[in-house]
């Protein structure tokens, strides 16, 4: 079990690691290509359609992973992957159909938009809805090398055309983005169409001893609608904000800092998307363990905390990369850092609430974050700028964490040793605090330093454990060659 994990996460650390190279590589040069303005409109075009995908999705996607396990036959998970996908496209479509209907009766637009992005936008929820819900059952499958490849087609495919068209028609910068983002988007999600056809052509009998209840898949799917809803809100208060605020530019600029923070990607997207399949299928077929879930939590709270360090550390030759313009995302990235921390290491501790199918929960994880997040970048944005919108976001993710281990653990108790996490999490906040309002010097190399030995001595224990498994293996690999 241990090889086929560390299989499946160097997979899918590898298609990562060649998604984020391609990103560094091509992101600066897309930046100086394009103003802040419209990478600021791309960004509030992808925060809207991933509203939209989730809404409209009704939650089916979780449905699908919880269920996927409960029978290990083709024909109970075509059946169910079917249901799955049928609801929440039938939903979209007639969405479309009424607000087209709507728009040519009384001839006006929807949030003043053009005809054309309102058809561009839908066709992006529909293809995003699409691929979420056929790339889970990549991760439902362990279809790891898959999974990779497709990420990369589709980072390529955009790259190109983003450049392409760029560099071809040099006006509407948004609106060639918004397209080379969408274009890259229905590829992809043809291809894995096509690959998983045997989950949507019907070719089986679909008789399965399990039925398959749709008031169980709408029970457990549709509180993630407003949790979902939620959740993007909270995710987007800081752009949306900085937009009301500040200006759109600004919203450029703290877009690509996000970017920069998406070379996390290579751990938090790895650990995410095997961790939960893997968490739900542990649970099946051992209800009662929780020693699994603990020393996940442990190994990636070290991992999250280390690269976080690093990555602060290296800020400023990061926001080189951007140019000029960006500048300003050198001081802004600490705190951002803390998204995918936090979001990361609370997918270890959230699973009690997923095993006890209570769905509902994660509404009032998402309304308190969403909250404090609201209230921060009101007090902090007109005093601070993107750099209040980062502050807020990141403090509002470590009440994120703490809402779904807190209520987690009240349906599937862990002891995740939180005091030593939270005076982790307290050092690492006084470290962000000042290379917020700092340059790198010294004092950033000697905090960094500081927060590594105080890692070592907090995880001791799960360090060396680690280090004696990485070594043994690789004992063992040298002994067979």
């Known amino acids: 079990m241990k090889n086929s994990i560390m299989r499946n996460f160097l997979n899918i650390s590898g298609g990562t690691f060649i998604t984020m190279f391609i990103g560094v590589i091509t992101t600066p040069i897309i930046t100086r290509l394009v103003e802040p303005d419209a990478y600021g409109s791309l960004s509030l075009f992808n925060m809207y359609a991933s509203i939209g995908m989730l809404v409209l999705g009704l939650g089916f996607d979780q449905a699908l992973l919880r269920y996927f396990y409960a029978e290990d036959t083709i024909e109970y998970k075509s059946l169910l992957f079917q249901k799955c996908l049928k609801y929440p496209l039938f939903f979209t479509i007639t969405l479309f159909i009424i607000l087209l209907i709507i728009w040519k009766i009384t001839g006006h637009s929807f949030f003043n938009i053009s005809f054309g992005i309102f058809v561009i936008f839908f066709l992006q929820v529909i293809g995003l809805i699409f691929n979420r819900l056929f790339f889970l059952l990549l991760r439902l499958q362990s279809k790891t090398k898959d999974y990779s490849i497709l990420n990369i087609l589709a980072k390529i495919i955009y790259v190109t055309f983003a450049f392409g068209l760029i560099t071809t028609f040099k006006d509407n910068d948004y609106l060639l983005l918004i397209i080379a983002t969408v274009v890259s988007n229905i590829v992809v999600t043809a291809v894995v169409i096509w690959k998983e056809k045997q989950f949507w052509i019907n070719k089986y009998s679909m008789k399965s001893s399990n039925t398959i209840e749709m008031n169980k898949l709408f029970h457990y799917g549709i509180p993630f609608i407003f949790s979902y809803g939620i959740t993007t809100l909270f995710q987007s208060i800081d752009k949306i904000s900085l937009s009301y605020y500040c ?89 951002l850092i803390f998204n995918p921390i936090m979001y990361t290491i609370s997918e270890t501790t959230v699973i009690g609430i997923s095993f006890a199918k209570k769905s509902k929960y994660n509404i009032y994880v998402a309304l308190i974050a969403c909250l404090c997040n609201f209230i921060g970048n009101t007090l902090l944005i007109p005093m601070l700028g993107v750099r209040g919108a980062a502050i807020s976001t990141g403090v509002s993710y470590i009440i994120f964490f703490t809402a779904r281990t807190l209520i987690s653990n009240k349906f599937f108790y862990i002891d995740y040793k939180l005091k030593k996490f939270y005076f982790l999490t307290s050092i690492f906040l006084l470290y962000a605090t000042y290379n917020t309002f700092n340059s790198s010097d010294i004092l950033t190399l000697f905090g960094f330093l500081l927060i590594l030995v105080i890692i070592y001595f907090l995880y001791q224990s799960t360090i060396k454990e680690v280090i004696k498994y990485l070594m043994y293996n690789l004992f063992k690999l040298s002994k067979q060659n």
Not at 256 to 272: C, E, G, K, R, W
Not at 296 to 318: A, E, P, S, W
């Open 247 to 335: 200006s759109i530019k600004d919203v450029g600029i703290f877009s690509s800092a996000m970017a920069l923070v998406n070379i996390f990607a290579i751990i938090q997207t790895s650990f995410n998307t095997l961790w939960a399949p893997m968490a739900i299928e542990h649970y099946e077929k051992n209800p009662e363990d929780r020693t699994f879930y603990f020393k996940g939590n442990q190994i990636i709270t070290i991992t999250m905390f280390v690269f976080g360090c690093g990555l602060i550390l290296c800020k400023d030759i990061f926001a080189l990369l951007l140019g000029e313009k960006y500048r300003l995302a050198s001081y802004i990235l600490p705190f």
